[in-house]
């Protein structure tokens, strides 16, 4: 199993399955499981240039395991706060410190407050031995696999290449396909110092995780809500031009300006690629009436009001206003929906902001908090409903 999977995106979704991965206990555990039984390690996190880009270390004994600093930090512009994690493993706890702002955070191991069903680097697809090479002093297997990662509701398949010695139950080294490299180094065996595998004093206590690392999730999602509402804003101007525009017209149009200046092969590619990109903009709808096939899967709450409605291939996008909290937002679709047959990927609140997801085959459901899109009306608060999966 692999504790240093990176997701290097920008937003917050990214940086929840990111920080879901690195901290929650499962995919540690595995460090318990190895022929080595304690041992100390620096997990360094390298660019695809060789350059390093941070280093995080790892302690390990048969009962405690501690994380200082997050494995790839660095390879995200999200700054990440000085962190360590604590796991024992005979007490089902993990227990996780801020050290810049003094919090600490306490929960069973297994406990993932940003979605339920995240799954450690073990749903391997495919493999193939590549030789033999060795990492840190250590003989290892160099494989390429193929791994599917579930997080908050979300999969991710990655391809990478990966160094597995039999004495460790992780690999001492992962190269993702974009070339930037996890490493195990300097690995010394043995009992790490029992001060460093204790319970610190001094923190103050907190009531989730997020609230430990200091994370302003309004201020993020925000920024991230604006840069969705300029990409929705994209979306509608060109939906709206050509669903007005003649496509023979105007793909007749293009291919007489392209002229000689390509040869046949690569105009045909052209036209190609343009001929789907402006399918895809005749099939987006906006306006009344766009998301009415999400209410055929999804109820909609009583005395909210639908605002913008949004449909492109396989999503669909309404936002709502509403008089209550969005707890109360998120519990009426956590019952409702469970009751037809979602499965709850996870809920997040902080500070009236947040996101629940749900799944039902191969659909899925989030609802978000929302800054007012327009909607006529006096609401106190705005959410956003999106359905997204195959045929929608």
């Known amino acids: ?64 395991m501690r994380f200082d600093g997050l494995p790839g930090a660095g390879m995200s512009d999200v700054p990440m706060p000085d962190l360590s994690m604590l796991v024992f493993k005979n007490q089902d706890k993990m227990v996780l410190y801020n050290h ?45 696999v193929t791994v599917s990662v579930g997080a908050g509701g ?45 319970l610190m004093p001094g923190y103050k206590k907190v009531d989730s995780m997020m609230a430990a690392m200091g994370m302003d999730l309004g201020a993020m999602m925000g920024q991230q809500g604006e840069q969705r509402r300029s990409r929705t804003r994209d979306q509608r101007t060109g939906g709206q031009d050509m669903q007005n525009m003649d496509v023979n017209q105007m793909m007749a149009a293009m291919n007489q300006a392209m002229g000689d200046n390509m040869d046949p092969e690569q105009k045909k590619q052209f036209m190609q690629m343009m001929g789907q990109a402006m399918n895809q903009a005749q099939q987006t709808q906006e306006g009344p009436g766009a998301a009415g096939q999400l209410w055929q ?35 009426f679709y956590q019952t409702q929906l469970s009751a037809k047959g979602w499965t709850d990927k996870g809920m997040f609140l902080q500070g009236g902001e947040g996101f629940l997801n749900m799944t039902r085959g191969e659909q899925m459901v989030t609802i978000s908090s929302s800054d007012d899109p327009g909607i006529e009306g006096s609401y106190k608060y705005f959410y956003t409903i999106q359905l997204r999966g195959p045929g929608i």
């Open 297 to 331: 899967s999804i109820p909609q709450r009583p005395g909210d009001t639908i605002g913008p409605e949004l449909k492109t291939p396989n999503v669909i996008n309404v936002t709502l206003g509403s008089n209550s909290a969005l707890k109360e937002v998120f519990n």
């Open 1 to 64: 199993m692999n504790v240093q999977i990176r997701l290097k995106t920008h937003t917050i979704a990214a940086v929840v399955i990111m920080l879901t991965l690195v901290l929650t206990a499962s995919p540690a555990f595995c460090l318990f499981g190895g022929k080595v039984k304690a041992f100390s390690a620096d997990n360094v996190s390298i660019d695809p240039d060789g350059k390093v880009i941070s280093t995080a270390k790892i302690y390990v004994s048969e009962k405690v």
């Open 154 to 198: 979300y999969t991710f398949k990655n391809k990478m290449v990966v160094w597995e010695s039999d004495k460790f139950e992780f690999p001492l080294r992962t190269q993702d396909e974009d070339g930037s490299i996890s490493e195990m180094r300097n690995i010394k065996e043995g009992e790490p110092p029992k001060k460093l595998m204790r």
């Open 100 to 144: 810049d702002k003094k919090l600490v955070y306490e929960g069973p191991a297994e406990d993932n407050e940003f979605g339920a069903g995240s799954k450690a680097l073990d749903n391997i697809e495919s493999e193939k031995v590549l030789g033999k090479e060795k990492v840190s002093g250590y003989d290892c297997v160099k494989k390429e």
